[in-house]
């Protein structure tokens, strides 16, 4: 079965400067993803993944290798495309979900849910209704953050993620800051994008979340094993 390729990265290299020692954060890292598949980055504490979820993001620029996604380069030795058309394919391409939720808490579920959509609208956005319809979500419409749960708060995060239509759901450690029941049910919407067509890639220390992916892929020492 043939698939799109939304992401292709090759020989992706992080290296920070730690005074006089150099760390590489990622080492040389190559794998592309495809659409409706889940793929979760698994590994010790410190070993690359938010620092590759966050290149393959297109949110960190890589020191070497090259990232293709839809096709175009993104980078390919330096950083092919200025900041505005990088922010176009963040918006395209891309829905974040971190593991704090990053709610605006003076704004309403609903406003939040919107707030992406107002910066940019793409084709195949979801309707906002819909989105909390699907999240479970909908009769907390006109609620703060502040009056959710920690399971709620992060559906509405997902949700927010959605609005524009994203052909990849990024998330680091979506369920970290979430008991067993609310993870149960945050895997069980994730497997539900993926079924839509939705590539989820995410880093996970949660391994029936991990079990749910169509592949896992372990990360030690910035190293893809
Ligand atoms: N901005 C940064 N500056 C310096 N070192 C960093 C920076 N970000 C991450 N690192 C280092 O890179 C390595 C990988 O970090 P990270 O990608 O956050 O790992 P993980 O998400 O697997 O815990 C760690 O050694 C970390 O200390
Ligand atoms: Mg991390």
Redesign the pocket.
């Known amino acids: 079965m043939t698939k799109d390729i939304l992401i292709s990265a090759k020989d992706l290299r992080k290296t920070?400067r730690?005074g006089s020692e150099e760390?590489r954060?990622v080492d040389g890292v190559s794998l592309d993803i495809k659409a409706g598949e889940m793929t979760a980055i698994i590994?010790?504490?410190?070993?690359?993944?938010?620092?590759?979820l966050n290149m393959l993001g297109c949110l960190d620029n890589p020191t070497s290798g090259t990232l293709r996604v839809g096709g175009e380069l993104v980078f390919g030795g330096h950083r092919e495309l200025p900041e505005g058309e990088l922010t176009l394919v963040r918006r395209r391409f891309y829905g974040y979900v971190f593991q704090k939720f990053y709610l605006v808490p003076t704004l309403t579920v609903l406003e939040n849910i919107m707030l992406p959509g107002t910066f940019y609208r793409g084709e195949g956005g979801w309707n906002p209704r819909e989105v909390m319809k699907l999240l479970g979500i909908d009769r907390r419409e006109d609620h703060l953050p502040g009056e959710l749960s920690g399971g709620e708060m992060q559906r509405v995060a997902i949700a927010r993620a959605l609005i524009n239509g994203p052909k990849v759901l990024l998330a680091d450690e979506p369920t970290g800051n979430l008991d067993s029941r609310r993870s149960e049910e945050i895997k069980e919407i994730l497997k539900g994008l993926v079924s839509r067509g939705v590539a989820v890639l995410m880093?996970t220390h949660n391994l029936e979340l991990a079990k749910a992916a169509d592949r896992v892929l372990e990360?030690r020492d910035?190293r893809m094993h």
């Open positions: 920070y730690r760390v954060a590994g010790p504490s410190g070993s690359g993944k938010t620092t590759l880093v990360i910035g």
